[in-house]
């Protein structure tokens, strides 16, 4: 079975540094682009970035580019999400996903349970 | 590319039709996706290409559309179902945007 599971939330004070990691299992990790996707407490799914199975190809949201970093090791089977000069506003839940095939166009096939983030002084 | 979903909530009795729709502010093909979340939990994939069932997701879930207008629709609502509804655009590569969210609740 396909499972992904994050890991590194935690209490972080403002201007700080934090490094998401999120493993995966049951697939060719290799193969699949990951995703990362944040929900602040009481509000909606943001994207924040995406690389492609290699990690050649990264993208970010326009309001994550600059704080937020994606990287993998795929020789690890895992996908990493580096955010520094925290804020109050990152204060969220962190998701992991798959993204299933892009010329299906298949979307986020396999999500992680997600890890909490908080950023408080 | 933005996303707009009407309405943000509503309110249904087990067994009823509702259809959500989702409007993207350029037309992005078929490249649309749907979601499901309930409080707590990850959101899980509905359908995708805006018509295509996820396997597993049972049959009373359906997506229309294309371009920019785009409808989720659940024929007969049922107790599991009431959960907040998200849609998603595929359209460049690995480029993403989603909608704000469409809360169901129990009327």
């Known amino acids: 079975d396909v499972q992904l599971l994050e890991s590194g939330g935690g209490l972080v004070q403002p201007g700080g540094s934090l490094r998401l990691s999120c493993v995966g299992s049951?697939?060719?990790?290799?193969?699949?682009?990951m995703t990362w996707v944040r929900q602040a407490p009481g509000k909606g799914l943001e994207w924040v970035s995406a690389?492609?199975?290699?990690?050649?190809?990264?993208y970010y949201a326009d309001s994550m580019k600059g704080r937020f970093t994606i990287s993998r090791d795929n020789s690890e089977n895992t996908v990493y999400l580096q955010i520094n000069s925290l804020r109050v506003e990152d204060t969220a839940v962190y998701f992991c996903?798959?993204?299933?095939?892009?010329?299906?166009?298949?979307?986020?096939?396999?999500w992680g349970q997600g890890t909490l983030l908080t950023v408080s002084s | 590319i933005q996303l707009t979903q009407s309405p943000s909530s509503l309110s249904a009795s087990v067994g009823d039709r509702v259809t959500i729709t989702c409007r993207a502010s350029?037309?992005?093909?078929?490249?649309l996706a749907w979601y499901q979340q309930k409080p707590g939990k990850a959101p899980k994939l509905l359908i995708y290409?805006?018509?295509t069932l996820q396997s597993g997701v049972p049959s009373r879930f359906s997506g229309s559309g294309s371009g920019t207008d785009f409808t989720l629709t659940i024929s007969s609502l049922q107790p599991e179902d009431f959960a907040t509804y998200y849609c998603?655009?595929?359209?460049?590569?690995?480029?993403?945007?989603f909608g704000p969210g469409t809360k169901v609740d129990i009327k």
């Open positions: 996903a798959r993204v299933g095939s892009w010329n299906s166009r298949v979307g986020f096939d396999y």
């Open positions: 049951g697939f060719t990790f290799n193969l699949y682009a």
């Open positions: 690389l492609s199975g290699n990690g050649a190809n990264i």
């Open positions: 350029q037309g992005i093909s078929t490249h």
């Open positions: 290409a805006a018509s």
């Open positions: 998603q655009q595929l359209n460049s590569y690995l480029l993403f945007t």
